[in-house]
C-alpha cells in the first residue's frame, strides 16, 4: 500500500460494496451492492430493520471483519486511498487517527479488567508520539468534554462501576481522541433509556460539528436521523432500497419500506393505547433470497412484476433522490432542499 492520500478527493467513496459470509447452509449476502459517497463534515443515516446489513456495511468498510469466511469485493476508498485489500497492519494506522467507531453495546466493547483512564491513553499514546503525563491531561480533556462529572475519580474506575450512558460517553471520548475525520456511531443509543439516548444523540451531533468529522449514524429509527443527518440511506437485505437528502427523504419518500418504516414510528400525538403499526412477514433469507424485489412480499403495493423482476437503483434526480422500486408511493408534497 503505497498511495498517498488525496486531500482534494472525497473522503469516503464505497462503490459497489459486497460483503459475503460462507456459512454451512450457504453464502449470505450480508452487503450487496451498495454506492454513496460522503464528504467532509457531513452526516450520513443508514437506516434499516435489525439484519439489513447497516453493521456488516460499516464493519467491512473499517476492515473489522473476520479473516476467513468472508468474501469481500467492490471498493472502498478513504481520501483516495483503497481500503479494501489492506492489511490489519496497514488498517492499525487508521483505526482510530482516521476513522473510528462508537459501538453498540459499551459493556462488551469496553475492557472491563482496565481502568477507563488506560483505556483512553492507551490510543492516544499508540497514535500520538505523547508522554504518559500530557496523555492522562488529554483523557480529562475528553472525560470533560464528552459530559462525564468528576472526571479524575473517573480515570481510576472500571466500566462496571459506571452506568451505561456513562459508559457510552467513554466510548466516545475513546473514539474522539485522536481527532479522526470519520466516525462511525453504530446504533449508539442501544439498551438506554429515552432521556439519556437523546443526551448521547445530542453530545455526538456537537462533537461532529466541532471537530467538523464526518459520521456515518446507523439506526433502525428514522426519528434517530432526522434532525442529525444530511443524507439518509435506507437499506433492506443488504442494498441501499433509497437514498436522498433528509428533507428530501421525509417530504417525498419514495420507496414503500421507507414508508413503513416512518409509520412504525409511534406518534406523541396519538391517544393513549394506540396500537402500533408494524412491518408485516419478517426480512427475506439472505442465502436464499426471494425472486425479484426483495421487499416485494411484504409490500402493499406490490405487483406481479414485482415478484419476478428486481429494480435497479434509479439514477439520482436534481435532489440526488434515488430509490429501488417499480411501483413508488405517490409524492403528495414538493421535495424540499436545505
Known sequence: MTAQPDPNAPLLVVEDLRTHFDTERGLVRAVDGVSFTLERGRTLGVVGESGSGKTVLSRSIMGLLPKSGVQRSGSVRFEGVELLDADAKFMADYWGDQMAMVFQDPMTSLNPVMRIGNQITEMLRRHLDISKEYARDTALTLLTSVGIPEPERRLKQYPHEMSGGMRQRVMIAIAIACGPKLLFADEPTTALDVTVQAQILDL???????????????????????????????????????????????????????????????????????????????????????????????????????????????????????????????????????
Open 204 to 338: 455526538l451531533q456537537a462533537q461532529q460539528r466541532e471537530r467538523y468529522m464526518a459520521m456515518i449514524l446507523v439506526t433502525h429509527d428514522l426519528g434517530v436521523v432526522a434532525g442529525r443527518a444530511d443524507e439518509i440511506a435506507v437499506m433492506y437485505a443488504g442494498r441501499i432500497v433509497e437514498k436522498a437528502p433528509t428533507k428530501v427523504l421525509f417530504t417525498a419518500m419514495r420507496h414503500p419500506y421507507t414508508e413503513a418504516l416512518l409509520a412504525s414510528i409511534p406518534k406523541i400525538a396519538d391517544p393513549s393505547h394506540t396500537r402500533l403499526q408494524t412491518i408485516g412477514g419478517r426480512p427475506p433469507n439472505l442465502i436464499s433470497p426471494p425472486a425479484g424485489c426483495k421487499f416485494s412480499p411484504r409490500c402493499a403495493y406490490a405487483q406481479e412484476r414485482c415478484h419476478t423482476e428486481d429494480p435497479p437503483l434509479t439514477e439520482p434526480d436534481e435532489h440526488g433522490h434515488q430509490f429501488r422500486c417499480w411501483f413508488p408511493v405517490e409524492i403528495t408534497q414538493k421535495p424540499e432542499v436545505a
